[in-house]
């Protein structure tokens, strides 16, 4: 399929499986899923909520990995075709001039982000709560740690793949102390160095719609595309026992992304399969990472399944903006 909407490299290695011919969706699953399952590792519980980047001849990823003690941190994983992982054993060392932001202990939701010749990591890191940590590289060998990007508490920062206006930009999720429960809505938010951050508009709130009545926040990097930013992101329901997280899908005005163009009123991915909705936490669909070739249009988005797995989804570009249109509210 040709795509015109896609603004992003060819990438020609990226994973992908046609749609089955009895898929009506507009985003399907890997047949394999999870690619990554409990226990990868001798020291790890789950890997989930990661994110991944091709480099060089194949794919690097940051990825989630909570140990047998259940404590999450941020582990470099590599891939020839971005499906099976060798993750490292030990945590990613970050370098860090600025002792007041002191010995990293918890770490977890990473988003990974190039913007020129640099990657910018961008994590969940505890200090005194939760608040946004930022590290670069451009190596993959030497990670440096910069100042987090917001005081506590807050959550599932995201930064754009290009300065905006000449300013770099993020979204992310402010929130209140208890992380499971407080309701949440999506900012933007720009800074001239990445230190200091300003102008915060709110983007979008949850709800009305029971799928995301709860709480949002921004999943994978907004992709570029000619239609605008097209921004996958997970909502959040109640039930009577339990929450149910699931992938919605939006476009951002491409010069303004405080201005939404359109907003599917329908979850693009909830949780339906054995290992989205039987884990450590059930029910969970959480987008974190986006593979896309500008040359087919093809996306592979990676998510984390019921806190427990590391799963792919792939959808194209024009059929979710078809559909995201088509559906707006």
């Known amino acids: 399929m040709n795509n015109t909407a896609l603004i992003a490299d060819a990438v020609p290695t990226m994973p992908w499986e046609p749609k089955p011919a009895d898929c009506n969706e507009v985003v399907w699953r890997h047949s394999t899923n999870p690619i990554i399952d409990l226990h990868p590792m001798p020291k790890a519980r789950s890997v989930f909520n990661s994110c991944v980047i091709p480099w060089e001849d194949g794919f690097i990823g940051v990825f989630r990995v909570d140990s047998l003690s259940m404590e999450p941190n941020?582990?470099?994983?590599?891939?020839?075709?971005?499906?099976?992982?060798?993750?490292?054993?030990?945590?990613?060392?970050?370098t860090c001039s600025e002792p007041a932001l002191g010995k990293i202990t918890i770490a977890y939701d990473p988003r990974l982000c190039k913007i020129d010749d640099t990657y910018y990591i961008t994590w969940c890191n505890a200090y005194y709560g939760a608040t946004i940590?930022?590290?670069?590289?451009?190596?993959?060998?030497?990670?440096?740690?910069?100042?987090?990007?917001?005081?506590?508490?807050?959550?599932?920062?995201?930064?754009?793949?290009?300065?905006?206006?000449g300013k770099f930009a993020m979204l992310s999720r402010p929130m209140g102390k208890a992380m499971a429960v407080n309701y949440g809505d999506i900012f933007f938010s720009e800074s001239p160095d990445l230190i200091y951050w300003g102008k915060?508009?709110?983007?979008?709130?949850?709800?009305?719609?029971?799928?995301?009545?709860?709480?949002?926040g921004p999943g994978p990097i907004p992709i570029e595309t000619t239609e605008g930013w097209l921004l996958l992101y997970?909502?959040?329901?109640?039930?009577?026992?339990?929450?149910?997280?699931?992938?919605?899908?939006?476009?951002?005005?491409?010069?303004?992304?405080?201005?939404?163009?359109?907003?599917?009123?329908?979850?693009?991915?909830?949780?339906?399969?054995?290992?989205?909705?039987?884990?450590?936490?059930?029910?969970?669909?959480?987008?974190?990472?986006?593979?896309?070739?500008?040359?087919?249009?093809r996306l592979a988005i990676y998510y984390g399944a019921a806190d427990t797995y590391t799963a792919i989804a792939y959808a194209q570009v024009d059929e979710i903006i078809s559909y995201v249109k088509e559906h707006a509210w």
Request: with cysteine; charged share 20%.
């Open 74 to 94: 941020l582990h470099l994983g590599k891939s020839a075709d971005g499906i099976n992982w060798k993750i490292e054993e030990e945590p990613i060392c970050f």
């Open 133 to 165: 940590g930022q590290a670069w590289t451009k190596d993959f060998k030497t990670f440096h740690q910069i100042e987090n990007a917001f005081l506590p508490f807050n959550r599932n920062g995201v930064l754009f793949p290009k300065k905006i206006n």
């Open 200 to 216: 915060h508009r709110m983007v979008f709130t949850a709800g009305p719609l029971k799928w995301e009545r709860v709480k949002i």
């Open 234 to 297: 997970h909502g959040v329901t109640d039930t009577c026992d339990s929450f149910v997280y699931s992938m919605g899908a939006a476009i951002l005005d491409i010069n303004d992304p405080t201005k939404v163009l359109y907003r599917c009123k329908f979850p693009l991915l909830s949780p339906e399969r054995i290992y989205e909705t039987a884990g450590y936490v059930g029910n969970v669909v959480f987008p974190t990472g986006v593979v896309a070739d500008g040359a087919t249009g």
